[in-house]
């Protein structure tokens, strides 16, 4: 039995075909610098982190009486690059939680104050 020439060139098409389709893709396995997985695991990391900080009621309160809304400030956070996402995570983490402390500074000279005028050292509170 012999096949025409149309059909052998159909026929060779076809087997080369399918033992294309038969062959697995090449995988390619290389080692990963440590510097590399420590920055890959942070960019995953730092964006949901930052993502939760700007979350808060509050924050986002505040955005919108700034006239900014919660989606633009969502579609700012994806267009981060990795660095300006770290800078923004460490100037996050970096602000003081109850304020600047001027609170704490007067409070604390106020008690200081107090016992030296108990202790008879000073008379601040007697010239008043």
């Known amino acids: 039995m012999s ?20 062959m697995p893709p090449l995988a390619r396995a290389a080692v990963i610098p440590t510097d590399t997985l420590i920055e890959l695991e942070e960019t ?11 979350a808060r009621a ?4 505040e955005f919108l009486t700034l006239g900014v809304e919660p989606r633009d400030v969502e579609s700012r956070l994806a267009a981060l690059s990795p660095s300006e996402l770290q800078r923004l995570d460490d100037r996050l983490t970096a602000l003081p939680a109850g304020g600047d402390g ?7 000279i106020l008690v200081v104050l107090i016992v030296l ?6 008379n601040v509170f007697t010239k008043l």
């Open 58 to 61: 509050d924050v986002r309160a």
């Open 44 to 54: 995953g990391r730092l964006p949901s982190a930052v993502a939760t900080m700007l």
């Open 102 to 108: 001027l609170l704490v500074l007067l409070g604390v």
């Open 117 to 122: 005028e108990v202790l008879g050292v000073t």
């Open 3 to 22: 096949l025409s020439p149309g059909k052998k060139s159909v026929a060779v098409v076809l087997v080369v075909s399918l033992l294309w389709l038969g």
